[in-house]
């Protein structure tokens, strides 16, 4: 039933996908970092006025389907059309790679933003105490105290929203862009032999995943060499 | 846009029962692929707790791909595959053409194969938090193995599983989306037809979005109503 001639002729077509999976998940994933800290420090604030409308973002974008907000950016604001012209915007909700750019980054921004809030509440209070003592502004406390501790706690559940990213961009493939998924879909659909190219667009996946998984555990390491291993 | 808000109204013209329907058979498939979840991940996380070297490699190889892989690639794995066998066992049969498969079925299969290498982390960390002195006070009083896990074990455990279960169920609802690329019409593909024939596609979507919010948050209730039940007589410090 395996036969790898098949496997040697559909790995290099799926190949070809990938530098767009990854440059679809590498910019949304930039992106929606700094926006998720962004996110997670304006609700520091206790003004309900800034709080309450980035309660409302996170939970609709955690709450619904990725591909329904994709689809919402991509066909629904495609609507607006002459009004997006006259913003200057339209160059930008024309093309299927910025939607699904768009759509990636904020659904990352909304989990990351509760990933990185909940790292803050964790870091003890004496430290940020400790830091006014020492006479640093708010500002100061919170990049030289606050954010590098809250960064380190979040980084293993940070690793799982980025293996989520990877994973959601072959929704991309939906709005035309073939990325891996697109092209094993393609396959599948010439070939019929769904199994041999599930495991070979699947292993071009997990592989991903092993090297962000293995990398973010390198920086782990490095960022705690205090504790013993 | 709103003056065609009539346009998901329940009167003529109105598109609203057709798209309350279709976010029942949003809430059927996903239920039942759940369900489906938890019988895979029930069995997959015996497998990764049993002392059977091979059973454990099975099951964490099952975990590991299902949860790394695209939800997408999954189900185009189980809607092509699945067709593809179902047409040649058709031929035996004398049948010419492809054979579909029906879309219900495929995806609650689907969805339940990948939930349940969800759910099986989720049974495997809770079964792991049991204390073992209920394991050692079963054997005292003589329970069979069956009894022990059935009045012990399975109790204790779903009151440690019951938030991680609630998690997957979230996952589930918005991966049923997915399943409208196969042509089953739920919330997701209802909206996208539509979408098309009205060209509002921003009001359809946007529909669709309050709708699939409005099922997690109410089905998210009924999670901490049982987190709530399972936890009774539980000293919280």
Known sequence: ?229 | MFEKIHLLGFGAGGWGALLLEAAGITLLLSALGFAVGAVFGGVAAAGKLSSSKVSRVIASTYGTVFRGVPDLLSIYLFYYGGSVALTSIARLFGATGFVGLPTLATGVVTIGFISGAYQSEVYRGAYLAVDKGQFDAAKALALTRIQMLRLVIVPQLLRHAIPGLGNVWQLVLKDSALISVIGLVELMRQAQIGAGSTREPFLFYLAAAALYYTIAAVTDLFFSRAEANASRGIVHR
Do not use: H
């Open chain 1, 1 to 229: 039933m395996i036969d790898p001639g098949f496997f040697l002729e559909i790995f290099p077509k799926l190949v070809a996908g990938l530098p767009l999976t990854l440059k679809l998940c590498g910019i949304s994933v930039l992106l929606g970092f700094v926006l998720a800290v962004v996110l997670a420090l304006a609700q520091q604030s206790e003004n309900a006025f800034f709080v309450w409308p980035i309660r409302a973002f996170v939970s609709v974008f955690r709450g619904t389907p990725l591909l329904v907000q994709i689809f919402l950016i991509y066909y629904g604001l495609g609507q607006f059309r002459p009004n997006l012209q006259a913003l200057g915007l339209w160059w930008l909700f024309r093309e299927p790679f910025w939607c699904a750019i768009i759509a990636l980054t904020l659904n990352t921004a909304a989990y990351s933003s509760e990933i990185l809030r909940g790292a803050i509440r964790n870091v003890p209070r004496g430290l940020p105490e400790a830091a006014s003592a020492l006479g640093l502004s708010r500002l100061l406390t919170l990049r030289l105290v606050v954010l590098p501790l809250a960064l380190r706690q979040a980084l293993p559940a940070y690793g799982n929203e980025i293996i989520l990213i990877v994973k959601g961009t072959s929704l991309a493939s939906i709005i035309t862009l073939t990325e891996v998924t697109g092209l094993a879909q393609e396959l599948i659909s010439q070939t019929y032999r769904a199994m041999e190219v599930f495991v070979a667009a699947g292993a071009i996946y997990l592989l991903i995943n092993f090297i962000i998984v293995r990398a973010l555990e390198l920086l782990e390491i490095k960022l705690t060499p205090y504790r013993k291993r």
